[in-house]
């Protein structure tokens, strides 16, 4: 009996589908863990073989805490909305659920054929209304929200109105837009639209003006990743910055939770680094300078209190509102030229910008330490989600402050050692610095850190600015200018938003006859005929953003059929949070911190047991894409060798790795891959054509995308999944390398030949010898390492010795053999379920019980020991394992090699390290 993968393959596939095998239900009689996959975007490209890499990674755990007695919940789904669909739907005028379905299908096809353990009943796809149903619920439950900073959570928004009519904002300390203060009198003054403007300056979900990445070709707003170099990846069209009313959502609030967090979470110290940046907590002082020959303050932050003496200008972000206050009109021209000049740049490029920009904006501010005017500018290094949007420039102090007062010729104070303020306004004789109005500071000899600390006090005893916390956090901009997205349940009246009853959600997607915005620049849901409430109010014309459907999916799986509930209290009670997430460094920053946000939200609402979603996270490497190349000599259509090609002219060219095999072209299949191609002419190495190579990104313009279909269908879906984890370290990136997949294969073949020779069954009931044992135990403890510590690659090269090692003792026992395959089984489940039932077992390997290492198997029954001569090794000694010390030293000295060491010498002292080394001091 030979070993056919594909007949293999599909049968089991098919037995565990039909016995739900994946199955998971809460059982609280085993305990439980939840491993999770980022789940895909379905493109229409569908899987290549970088795709599988985590979800492979994922599923060997998976497999592995099922055998160690876990009930593990192991699911999957689709973040099915996106521009994509939505682009492909506007130049196809096929709807995006068509094609969206239809590359889900594809996707699903893929994923059944790798064998993944996943729990298809638990499947989820963002753009079904039973899945988006509770991604509105929950944007509701956010609107009708508000952070309180004294309970540190989330609070009903009712809470705050019945504040506000006892006390008005008296004892509010709440996030919010801009501080208000107004008493319970002005509040119940107000009309109905002026206290829905106050109430969305405190809302968790808010309406509000924000700086949005703008396209105006596509017509949306775009997320940062969804923009490269002023361009949008999709299309490569331009993008600008461009304020815009727009939903947002308050996750600034949870800035210093999403912080301390990081305390009882499992993840890289590399990965929480990044999460801090992107948060960027900062302490520092809130700073009022007003504007020369005006009423208006410029608001600013800054971290070094203390060197506000070394402030020589003032820089606005180009959409600081301040900007149209203050510019002066001689320079309204430069400085309109100028915004409109960078808008094109997202936060992030400016955040790397090299290059030093700027205009002036004729205005001046005040130092209120000082009295001196300082001139402010515009610069695109400012950006307006950071603190106020404007800052004091301090060249003396900072780089890019520097960097801009050298390119525009502006005065850079130097500070005085030791104290860092700025020599023109210290008083070296009494140790103080003196402001305009006479009145002291002392900083002198004092520590950065007390300076500052000292600083910031006295600006809080003058009323001239306070002491503040800042985050770089920014709110989430929650709205697209999309059709394919969840819809908002919320409707307009007298300008008002108001929120659909929830016995109304889910709010379905209406029919359109385009994708495009209307005539009139609205979205395209402007287009829908009927799209308003039963009483003919507006429903709202925007979207939510892809991020919406993924930021609590990982609680829809476990009770994905709930339709009371996001999720029961008996399932999030026993399921809780995720053990492992495995997924891609993209996401390193937008989902993880959407994500957690979003349950701690709910965490505050009491609908979910754990502060913290996931508890562990791995990030796997990427996939690389080995691109192979013809060399056409020039100005004709032959092509030659790779090594020949140094004694011609020649041109590379990127050819389809899939007509490639060990780099060695297929000729025919070459000329029938292009027409221009078919009477193609070859010199040859001894009678082949060798291709070159190159380790570069897989994608279809380098034509070396290599589909895991056609590598299932040659070598089966176990090599494809050895092999991947086999390529390197999981958590590096690596290139594909087909060269190496038929010793993998070659592998299992040499697997199978344990268990049959023909169709005669080898397996026998005989006592396995020694050596076996020694060989099955070792390769249980090291792979028991590896699977605990992602080290997948050295568990595929242990499986290869042990094989080997077995192979040579001619072990075909049972009690060996039968071990080896649920080790195995995590890896390769296909081969291993074939071989299980075919040595007599009933029930799913993935049912039987992980072995436990033996240590005294392990024991070696003879050492190898070095014996030394005052320090250096003369000969070896091989010694029984339990050799006591006095004989180990009788036999060091009454071996033949020591005679001439010992001549004339007497022994001062014998040194035994058992196991490794003897040494003889003599004298």
């Not at 169709?759 to 249980?780: F, G, R, W």
């Not at 080896?820 to 799913?844: K, Q």
Request: proline share 4%.
């Amino acid at each position: 009996m030979e070993y056919n993968h594909r007949d293999i393959e599909s049968r089991w596939q098919k037995y565990w589908k039909e016995n739900n095998v994946y199955k998971a239900e809460i059982d609280k009689s085993r305990p439980k863990f939840y491993v999770l996959d980022m789940f895909p975007y379905p493109s229409g490209a569908g899987l290549h073989v970088g795709h599988p890499l985590g979800y492979i990674a994922s599923d060997i755990f998976s497999r592995y805490k099922r055998l160690q007695g876990f009930n593990v919940l192991h699911p999957m789904g689709y973040d099915a909305y996106g521009l994509p669909a939505e682009q492909y739907a506007i130049q196809t005028g096929q709807h995006p659920e068509v094609t969206t379905r239809q590359n889900i299908d594809r996707y699903r096809s893929q994923l059944d054929k790798i064998g993944f353990c996943y729990d298809w009943d638990r499947e989820i796809k963002t753009c079904d209304p039973e899945y988006y149903k509770w991604t509105q619920w929950a944007f509701m439950q956010m609107f009708n929200s508000y952070y309180d900073r004294n309970a540190d959570k989330a609070m009903p928004i009712a809470d705050l109105v019945v504040e506000f009519e006892k006390n008005g904002t008296k004892e509010v300390n709440a996030a919010c837009g801009k501080e208000l203060q107004f008493t319970a009198d002005e509040w119940k003054a107000y009309s109905d639209k002026e206290k829905n403007d106050v109430l969305m300056n405190y809302r968790i979900a808010y309406l509000g003006n924000t700086m949005v990445n703008w396209c105006p070709k596509l017509g949306t707003v775009l997320a940062n990743d969804e923009v490269s170099e002023g361009l949008s990846i999709r299309g490569g069209y331009p993008v600008e910055q461009k304020l815009m009313y727009q939903w947002c959502l308050r996750v600034s609030a949870y800035a210093q939770r999403l912080l301390d967090g990081f305390d009882s979470i499992d993840w890289t110290d590399s990965l929480k680094e990044t999460q801090r940046n992107w948060i960027g907590r900062s302490e520092g002082a809130e700073m009022r300078f007003r504007i020369a020959d005006s009423d208006v303050e410029l608001e600013i932050f800054t971290t070094r209190a203390d060197t506000v003496f070394g402030v020589t200008f003032m820089v606005l972000a180009p959409e600081s509102a301040y900007v149209n206050m203050i510019t002066t009109p001689d320079r309204k021209e430069a400085v309109e030229a100028y915004i409109n000049e960078v808008k094109h740049k997202t936060e992030r490029e400016r955040m790397i910008e090299k290059n030093v920009s700027g205009v002036f904006t004729g205005a001046y501010a005040i130092n209120p330490l000082t009295g001196k005017n300082i001139p402010v500018w515009v610069s695109d290094y400012v950006l307006a989600g950071y603190g106020t949007g404007a800052i004091m420039a301090v060249p003396a102090h900072d780089s890019r402050d520097y960097a801009f007062a050298k390119h525009f010729d502006l005065p850079v104070i130097p500070l005085i050692e030791g104290c860092d303020v700025s020599e023109e306004s210290f008083d070296a004789k009494s140790g103080k610095m003196i402001n305009s109005a006479g009145e002291e500071l002392n900083l002198n000899g004092m520590e950065v850190k007390d300076a500052i600390a000292a600083t910031k006090r006295f600006i809080e005893q003058k009323g001239i600015g306070k002491v503040k916390v800042n985050y770089r956090l920014r709110d989430a901009i929650f709205s697209r200018q999309r059709y394919w997205g969840e819809p908002f349940p919320v409707y307009y009246k007298d300008g008002i938003p108001h929120l659909l009853d929830e016995s109304k959600l889910p709010l379905l997607l209406p029919e359109v006859d385009k994708f495009l915005p209307t005539e009139t620049g609205e979205p395209p849901l402007g287009r829908a005929k009927e799209w308003h409430t039963e009483d003919g109010y507006q429903l709202e014309l925007n979207t939510m953003p892809g991020f919406a459907g993924s930021s609590a999916y990982y609680l829809r799986y476990m009770d994905p059929r709930n339709d009371k509930a996001l999720v029961s209290e008996e399932a999030n009670g026993y399921w809780q949070d995720v053990d492992l997430y495995i997924g891609g460094t993209e996401h390193a920053t937008g989902h993880l911190i959407y994500s957690r946000f979003w349950n701690k939200f709910l965490y505050d609402l009491g609908k979910v047991v754990k502060d913290e979603p996931f508890k562990k996270l791995i990030n796997q490497g990427m996939i690389q894409g080995r691109s192979n190349f013809v060399y056409r000599i020039k100005d004709t259509n032959t092509f030659v060798s790779s090594g020949l090609k140094k004694d011609y002219d020649v041109t590379p060219i990127h050819v389809d790795v899939n007509i490639v095999s060990n780099d060695i072209l297929d000729m025919d299949k070459f000329r029938a891959w292009r027409p221009e191609f078919n009477d193609a002419e070859f010199i040859l190495e001894d009678g082949r054509y060798v291709c070159g190579y190159a380790v570069e990104k897989m994608s279809k313009s380098m034509f070396n995308v290599v589909n895991p279909d056609d590598i299932v269908e040659r070598y089966g879906a176990d090599t494809l999944r050895l092999y991947e984890m086999f390529l390197g370290p999981l958590e590096q990136s690596k290139p594909w390398d087909t060269n190496g997949i038929d010793g993998v294969n070659r592998f299992l073949k040499r697997l199978w030949a344990l268990f049959y020779k023909g169709d005669t069954m080898l397996v026998n009931d005989d006592k396995p010898s020694k050596e076996a044992l020694k060989a099955l135990h070792k390769l249980i403890k090291k792979v028991t390492w590896d699977i605990e510590n992602f080290s997948y690659n050295t568990s595929i090269a242990a499986f290869m010795i042990c094989v080997n090692d077995l192979t040579s003792m001619k072990c075909h026992s049972k009690e060996v053999l039968e071990q080896l395959l649920v080790v195995l089984a995590p890896f390769a489940p296909h081969i291993t379920e074939e071989l299980w039932h075919a040595i007599g077992n009933s029930g799913s390997i993935c049912d039987a019980e992980w072995p436990e290492c033996n240590e005294d198997y392990l024991k070696e029954d003879t050492v190898t020991m070095a014996v030394s001569f005052n320090g250096k090794a003369r000969f070896n000694i091989e010694v029984a394992a339990d050799t006591p010390r006095e004989e180990v030293e009788k036999i060091a000295l009454e071996h033949e090699g020591a005679a001439k060491w010992l001549e004339g010498k007497s022994v001062k002292k014998i040194i035994v390290v058992p196991g490794k080394i003897v040494n003889i001091v003599i004298g």
